[in-house]
């Protein structure tokens, strides 16, 4: 099964901005989404981002204008830039890759272990 590692959390003023990377251990072309979620202390995990395989993206409206994430297929990986971050941006953020298998009419998730962004006022 296919593997993702997401890094890049860490600590950060408001204001300021972070890169989350998610390396894949397969090609991520075979996933027909890749995203970001991300869940805060004693809340539900919320979506922040997706990008399909061709290449369209989906946000949040509470990130929309500060978040961007986009893909290299050759270097397997997804990323999630993150500007004008919040106190509120704190959270685990996590990977998700959705694959549809036709043959059993499923769709497929598979989740990184999560990154801690935690951002200080």
């Known amino acids: 099964q296919v593997q993702l590692v997401e890094s890049g959390g860490g600590l950060v003023q408001a204001g300021g901005a972070l890169r989350l990377s998610c390396a894949a251990s397969?090609?991520?072309?075979?996933?027909?989404?890749m995203g970001w979620y991300r869940q805060a202390p004693g809340k539900q995990r919320e979506l922040v981002a997706t990008?399909?395989?061709?290449?369209?993206?989906n946000y949040a409206d509470f990130v929309k204008g500060r978040f961007t994430i986009s893909r290299d297929n050759a270097k397997n990986t997804v990323y999630l830039q993150m500007n004008s971050l919040k106190p509120e941006d704190t959270a685990v953020y996590y990977c998700?890759?959705?694959?549809?298998?036709?043959?059993?009419?499923?769709?497929?998730?598979?989740w990184g272990q999560g990154t801690l962004v935690t951002v200080s006022s």
């Open positions: 397969d090609s991520i072309f075979q996933f027909n989404s």
């Open positions: 998700n890759a959705g694959l549809f298998v036709p043959t059993t009419l499923r769709y497929v998730e598979v």
């Open positions: 990008i399909t395989r061709g290449g369209n993206t």
